[in-house]
Each structure stands twice: as C-alpha cells, then as structure tokens.
C-alpha cells in the first residue's frame, strides 16, 4: 500500500513537469530529481509491500517502519506539491503591475511562502535519499508484476484455518444448502451432452467448498460419472502440478499404480496423458478455489469435450473467472447468497450447543444470540467460527454479552476467529493497489450504509484513483473499477438500476471490519464514530465523521485532511457550521450529506483543491452560492441537496466541472455562460422558469460532452431551439424534459430531434404530447422510457413495439387517455417492468401469449376503470414475479376465484381497491 502513496506522488509530480513554465525559479530542477528517486524505490515497493503484508506477525520490524515512513515521505510530497500549486493560484494576474510591486506585505508574504516551499523540497529530497539507501539494506526484490501480494496459499501457523472442516463436514452439519445444492445436482446429472462448466461463486467464508464438497458425495453424482476428481488450486499453482494431481487421483480410483514417468513429463505430455485418459469417460474434475481469471487458458485444452455430458465444478470469489470460459465452453452460474437468519441461527445452534443444552439455545441466550447472529450478515464461516468458540464458554447471559461487545477485538485476537479476517483478507491481498484504495473507500461509511455507485465513483476520481484509459472516460474507467470488486465478490449490489447496472452498494460486516483495520495499518482514514474507538493520532488523511457530538473542531483541525465526508442525523450540529476550519486547505474531497448542514460554509472559495463537492438536502440557501465558488477551478462535482439553489454566473469559470446536479437548480444569471462549461457530462435539474431561457438552451448544445440532462419549466415555444440543441448531444445517455407547468397544468413538449442522440438509453417526458413523436421509436438503444401528462389517445405501443431492447415502461398520471392498450405477440421481448399509472379512461389491458415473455414486475396504480380489474390474458405472463394493483375500482371488494386462479403463477401480489382496503386472495 505504500505503493498506492507513493504512485499519487508521483502523479502529482508528472503534470508540473511537464508545465515547466509556471514553475518557479530552480522548483522544476528539485522536483525533477524527486520524481527520478520516487521511481527508483517504486521498483522495490511491491516486495516490501508484499513482505510487511505476507505475515504481519513475524515482519522485520525495520520492513515494517521503512515501509510507513515512504509512505509519509509521499503524503509530504504530496502536500508540498499542492501548497506549491495554492501559491501559483494566488498569484497576481499582472505580475507587472505598478500598485502591486509597491505592496510590500505581498512582497513578503511571496518570499516566506517561496522559502517554505523551498525548505519543504530540500527535507524531502534528503527524507527520500535515505529511504532508498535503506532499501537497498534490506535486500528488497525489484517486481514488475501488477498485483500488490503473492503470498497466495501462504498460511500463518498462528491461526487456525477452518476451510479444512469444509472437505470432512457431515452433511447433516451443512445448512441453508438445500435448494443451491439441489441445483447443482441437477446441472450435474442433466443437461447437454457438450462438456459444461458449472460454478459457485461467492465471497470468501460462503460455504463454496462445503456445498461443491456435498454435490460430489450425492450418491446419484458419483454413480453418473466414471470418475470424480477434486484438485484444490487456490491463488498460486503450476499448470504441471496440477496436472500430475489430476492422473495420480485417476490412477488411484481405478486401483493401480502410477508410472514413475508421469514425475519426469513436461506440461505437454502430461496434457496428452490426460486427454487420452479421458477421451471414452464421462467424467467431472472440481477445481477447488480458484483465482486467477486466466485459469481456464491453461485447462481449457486438458479437459477434453468428448461429448459425453463430462462436467467442470469451479469454485470461485471472482465471477470473471467463470466468464473467461464461455469463450469455449457452456457454463452455469450459482451465486450463492447470504444464509437468512433462520438458516443463520440454526447453523450457529449446531456447532454452539451441539453437545450440550439438549442442543438447543437455553431461553435466557436467546435474545443475545441472535444479536451475535445478525452480526455475521448470513456468512457461514462467521457462524461456524463463532459458535465453535462460544461451544467452549461458559453458557452464562452476562459473559455472552461482553463477548458480544467486545466482537471487534475478539475477531482480532483469537485464535479461532482470526480465521475469518485472514480468509477474507486473502481476496484484499489479491487486489491490484489501485482496487486496493477503492476498496478500502468504502469503510467511510457507516456499517450498513448503501453507497450510491454515482456518488463513490466520482469520489475515487477525485481522489485520484482512477487511471486513464484510452478512449473512454474516466467514470467509465472507474465503473470498470466497481464492476471488477463486485465480480470478486468483495462488494455487494444493494440496489439495480433499470438497465441491470448497479444503482447502490455496500460492504458486508466482515470486509468492513477488515476495511476499518487496514485504516489504522495505513493512516487511509479516521473515522469519528458513535462507539469513540477511532484514534486521531498521527497523520489524518481521509476523515469521516458518523457522530451527533459536537465537540470536535479542536481535535481534528489537522492540515493533512484530504477528504471530509459527514454523516450525522438532522438533530445534531455539524462542527463547522459556518467556516470549514482554515487547517483543511488542501481538502479534495468534501461531502456533507448531512441533514445538520444547513448554511453554505463563507469560505468555501478558499478551498481551491477541491474536486468533489456535496451539501446536504437540509440546506437553506437565503442568497444563492457565494460567487467565491469560482475559485474552486479544479472542481469536478458539485452535487446541492436542497430543494433550491441560485446559481452565480461566476460557476462558468469552472472549466473542469464534469456533473452539476440539484433538486432545482436556477442559472438565472448565467444565460449565455454555460457555453463556457465544455466539460459538463452531467447536468440535473435547470429550472428554464426564467428570463434569458433562450440563451441558456441555445448554449446547451455547446456541451459537447454531456451525458445527463435534465430539463424542468421548458416552455413549448422553445421547443425548436431545445431540439437544435439535443441534436448537437451525440453522448447523451439520459435525457428528462418537464414542461412549464402549475400543479397539474401542463404545457405541450414540443421536440422534433433529426440529428438523434444514439447512445440514449434513458427517457423521461412529462408534459403533453399532441402526438406521439415519431423520433422516440428510432432509439434503437433505449432502455427506460417514462411518460407522464402526455395525454395521448392513441395507443403508443404500436409505435414503442421496435424498441428491442426496452426494459423498462411507465406509462403515468394521464399519459394515457384511451380506452384499450393491447400488447401484441412478439412486442416488448425484454420487458422487465411495466407500470400504468392513473389512466382514467382506461378499459381493458390486452396481452396477447407471446407477448411480454421476460416481464417481471407489473404494477397497476388508480386504474379503477378496468373492465376486469385484472389485465385480460395475464397468465400469459409466465416470468411475472410481483403484480400490484393499487387504488382499484371503487366497487371492488373482492375477485372471483376465476379471476385469481389467472395470477396463481405470480409469487408476490399486492391488491388494493380504492379506499386502500387490501384484497383478500383466494389461494389454492
């Protein structure tokens, strides 16, 4: 990790020299020789690294301090370059000025900051020497490999491992693997004749051994196969040994002795040995814990596809391992979930009370059980390991409770438990040093908090995390980062967006207790929170704070804050109310979503680091954002909670803002300004309720850049400049327009787009449309379309039925005023959710078999007029998982049997009439 600091130096230190000419005076030279020594030791680094992490206990103690005190050398740096950076800012425009030379105080002040600077160089120069000279002391290896760890498979002899339990479980000890297991037999004993790749995939601790482990001793599996064979590979392996492995075991099942040969052959014999071994049998080879997303290149062409049902069991954390064998093989995909809390407590009730207490909890643990449960979010490993303990303590309420409140430090300490965070910090260890801070990001929530995948992205930007890559952006750079932790099962999707991506995420409790050690390890962050542990000694780079105390400017006021991120309930009083303390000058990265922040901070202009911006929902804007906001010209988001906020024309002198978002954002004075903001990808909510709209909409087509619009207040007669504008906008991808409107009057949508906008995947109209657009149907990319106030009378389905790739339909608040909406056979093969809403006219609703065949969610809300209550041809609906039926027919007090027994197939129903009276459903 020291890698990941000293690399951000290094990125700091590239862009100076190449802009040599603001430099001052011998700074460019100083520098220079700074960059050369920095990367000199980077070379070394990833052994370090991997030295001080492979066995933390038994570590040189010299490792271990040379690798701290680089770190801080680069933090140093780091700061010096952009206290360097702040005083080029603050420099006169006119150097020549006569009024300025003769100001002496300026004068001074100059000189003492140059000399600071100088002084600061000169300590890290002689700071960096010695790092390296000591580097070379200790022998460190260079290393060019991408990953920060290779101590792959290394063990510590200090803590006890339990994936060993996983390959001698009694079956009548696994629980919650019922259904799962059941699956996987059937993909086992069923299916293709082609050789198929079957995996289980999921987190580390999830119980992936133990289940693929049951699959295998199924009676109905073994007599299936000619032979089964288990090869544990984990993160470091060789291709030869595994291979040897695979034909000792095969030699072992059929009773004979292997030839002494097989010891002397090379990767491509022992190949060809397997292969012929093979070629009659149907067979299935578990691949134990594997790692490496290019496993299958080195097995790919040993398995042989002998078109005997032969089966491939790969157990994983990364999803991308199983994805790089579709290229040449079928594959199914079990991603296991989380245990429920049933499951979670009778697990943990077998190995807790399992020779004692008749096996079940005494009634007076009951209460803290559970409690220690909940703790473990669903992961066996937690339970397994936690029970075991508990199984051997005394059965007493109060010595549970102390165990429970000391759960932290036990996880930390024990023997037993240590266990948990040394498994699950083998996929931490696994990470290159750039998914390492991203991960490690995430600890600066709170526990349980679901992160906006939006809002953590553009935060990892503006940290510097994200790298550039050619041709694509850095957001979409940094939703690869995302994607990549998610695949390796160390991020959990909490929400889905409607196009399938990840909306929010989080961390489970066990990474999150590793997250908050490595903080610690590695001065990352300090979190301020409501139990009081985090300590705020030494240097503070990063601080959250998830407390209502209000005691705590003079504890932190620290000159090393980069990031600041509040997260307090609304009843509490943010410590800095009115000034951010003047100590934070080089913030980066400042987000209140705090409901306590109620006032923009006055000096928020002195800032000029700033990147990312947030201020809470609770704010009260009197007289807009202060016009010191364009000193903030390395902003990139700025993101305003409040209902509404005044806009100086000033915001145009921030050149490098990339997403502007806000409930209600008011560009009065800006009108011809936005021009200027080339840089703008995401731009939500512009009120157009204003003089000058003209100019504003004219200038947005200069935003070459944008991806995200949204439009409120858009009068009818600008609908043609508004056209011109989003014909100029080949990037969009989401576009909201809401017409000039009072309560429920609106005004017409006027767009007529011929240049479209073709990557456009998201729409929202809500206004009236005199006829339905003839552009809309040509989006051949869309996927979400939301109508609302549009007032049709025709049937829009006919039109939207070549959107092939829709997944998403609102049709709401009098969208539509017909009488029939008839979905066809073979319309909307990819629709996944469809909601009518408030259609006062409406009749029936038609769905013809074959239509609709992928919906899953149907929602129905105040359409009382239906005919039959229930959309006609519904059991059509084969996929629907949830139907709701809100504010039905006023009449409606119950359905006939008839009626109920079309929606049997549907999981969850909901039906309410129109007094919100639930409709009882006569289940069969």
């Known amino acids: 990790m020291a890698e990941m600091a000293v690399s951000f130096a290094i990125d700091k230190l590239l862009p100076l020299l190449i802009e040599e000419v603001k430099l001052l005076k011998g700074v460019h030279k100083e520098f220079a020789e700074i960059k050369d020594e920095l990367e000199s030791i980077q070379a070394f680094l990833k052994d370090a690294d991997r030295r001080a992490a492979a066995d933390a206990d038994n570590t040189d103690e010299g490792v271990k301090i040379w690798v701290k005190q680089l770190r801080e050398a680069a933090f140093r740096i780091e700061d010096i370059i952009d206290n360097y950076m702040m005083h080029v800012e603050q420099q006169p425009r006119n150097p020549g000025c006569a009024a300025l030379l003769n100001n002496f105080s300026h004068l001074f002040k100059t000189l003492k900051q140059r000399h600071q600077i100088a002084s600061g160089i000169q300590d890290i120069k002689t700071l960096v020497r010695g790092i390296k000279e000591r580097s070379e002391r200790y022998g460190f290896q260079r290393s060019l490999d991408q990953g920060s760890s290779n101590s792959r498979g290394s063990k510590n002899a200090k803590w006890h491992d339990p994936r060993v339990a996983a390959l001698y479980i009694d079956e009548a000890d696994v629980v919650g693997f019922e259904a799962p297991r059941k699956r996987l037999i059937d993909w086992m004993v069923k299916g293709r004749k082609e050789r198929t790749v079957i995996s289980v995939v999921g987190m580390g601790g999830q119980g992936k051994t133990t289940l693929a482990k049951t699959v295998l001793d199924n009676k109905d599996v073994i007599g299936h196969f000619d032979f089964v064979v288990w090869i544990t590979v984990s993160q470091s392996y060789n291709v030869e040994g595994l291979l040897k492995d695979m034909l000792l075991k095969f030699y072992k099942q059929k009773g004979s002795n292997p030839p002494d040969s097989i010891y002397k052959m090379d990767r491509e014999s022992l190949t060809n040995e397997v292969r012929n071994y093979l070629q009659q049998k149907r067979y299935v080879v578990v691949f134990d814990d594997v790692w490496n997303v290019h496993f299958w290149d080195d097995i790919e062409f040993v ?40 499951q979670s407590l009778e697990l943990f009730n077998k190995k807790a009370f399992k020779f004692d207490s008749g096996g079940c909890c005494p009634k007076e643990l009951s209460g803290i059980t559970i409690e220690i449960v909940n703790k473990c979010k669903g992961l066996p490993l937690a339970i397994v390991a936690i029970g075991g303990l508990l199984s051997t303590r005394v059965k007493k309420g109060f010595e549970w409770q102390r165990f429970r409140e000391n759960l932290s430090s036990e996880l930390k300490k024990d023997t037993h438990l240590i266990g948990i965070k040394e498994i699950i910090g083998l996929s931490y260890k696994d990470l290159p040093y750039y998914l390492k801070s991203c991960l490690l990001y995430f600890g600066m929530y709170p526990e349980d908090y679901e992160v906006k995948s939006n809002r953590v992205i553009r935060q990892w930007i503006a940290e510097g995390f994200v790298k550039e890559e050619t041709g694509k952006t850095l957001e979409e750079v940094a939703e690869g980062y995302l994607t990549e932790l998610i695949h390796r099962s160390l991020v959990q999707v909490s929400s889905i967006r409607k196009d399938g991506k990840a909306k929010g995420c989080c961390v489970h409790d066990q990474i999150r207790e590793m997250i908050l050690e490595k903080f610690e390890d590695l001065n990352f962050c300090t979190q301020i929170s409501e139990d009081g542990k985090s300590s705020l000694n030494g240097i503070i780079r990063r601080l959250s704070i998830i407390t209502t105390s209000n005691n705590l400017t003079q504890c932190i006021e620290s ?5 600041l991120l509040v997260i307090t309930d609304k009843e509490s009083k943010i410590f800095f109310e009115g000034k951010i303390p003047k100590n934070f000058k080089l913030l980066r990265v400042l987000d209140c979503n705090s409901d306590s922040l109620t006032s923009v901070p006055e000096n928020l202009g002195n800032f000029i680091h700033l990147k990312y911006l947030s201020l809470g929902k609770s704010l ?58 080339t840089s703008l990808q995401t731009l939500r909510n512009v009120d157009l309720h204003m003089q000058g709209a003209e100019k504003m909409i004219t200038g947005l087509g200069k935003l070459k850049q944008i991806r995200d619009l949204g439009l409120v207040n858009v009068r009818r007669k600008d609908g043609i400049i508004l056209s011109s504008s989003i014909n100029e906008m080949q990037h969009l991808e989401r576009l909201v327009v809401v017409s000039r409107h009072e309560e429920r009057s609106y005004e017409v949508i006027d767009l007529n787009l011929i240049s479209l906008p073709t990557k456009l995947r998201k729409l929202t109209l809500s206004g009236i449309l005199q006829k339905f657009p003839e552009w809309i149907p040509k989006l051949q990319n869309l996927v979400q379309l939301t109508l609302c106030y549009s007032r049709l009378t025709e049937d829009p389905l006919k039109s939207l039925k070549s959107l092939q790739h829709l997944l998403f ?16 056979d073979g319309w909307f093969q990819k629709l996944k959710e469809l909601h009518v809403e408030y259609s006062d006219e409406l ?40 139907l709701g039926i809100y504010f039905a027919s006023y009449e409606l007090q119950n359905i006939s049997t008839e009626d109920w027994n079309s929606i049997q197939h549907v999981p969850l129903v909901d039906f309410f009439n129109w007094y919100g009276v639930r409709i009882l459903i006569p289940r069969t």
């Open 843 to 882: 009749r029936d609703i038609i769905i013809d078999k074959g239509a609709l065949s992928s919906l899953k969610k149907l929602g129905l809300h105040g359409v009382h007029r239906l005919t039959n209550n229930i959309p006609t041809g519904i059991q059509h609906l084969e996929k629907l998982e949830v």
């Open 809 to 824: 339909l609102s049709i709401k608040k009098s969208a539509f005023e017909g009488l029939c909406l008839h979905f066809e």
């Open 559 to 563: 000159s090393h804050v980069r990031s």
């Open 303 to 342: 398995v042989i596809d002998n078109k005997n049902g032969s089966k491939i069991l790969i157990t994983t954390r990364n999803l991308d391992v199983v994805v790089s064998c579709k290229k040449s093989s079928f594959i199914e995909v079990l991603e296991l979930q989380p245990l429920t809390q049933e």
């Open 620 to 677: 009260v804007i009197v007289f807009g954002i202060p016009k010191s906001i364009a000193m903030l010209r390395n902003l990139e988001t700025f993101n305003i909670e409040s209902t509404r906020a005044m806009l100086p024309k000033e915001i145009n002198k921030l050149g490098k803002l990339r997403h502007l978002t806000g409930m209600h954002l008011y560009l009065i004075e800006l009108e011809d300004g936005i021009e200027e903001m």
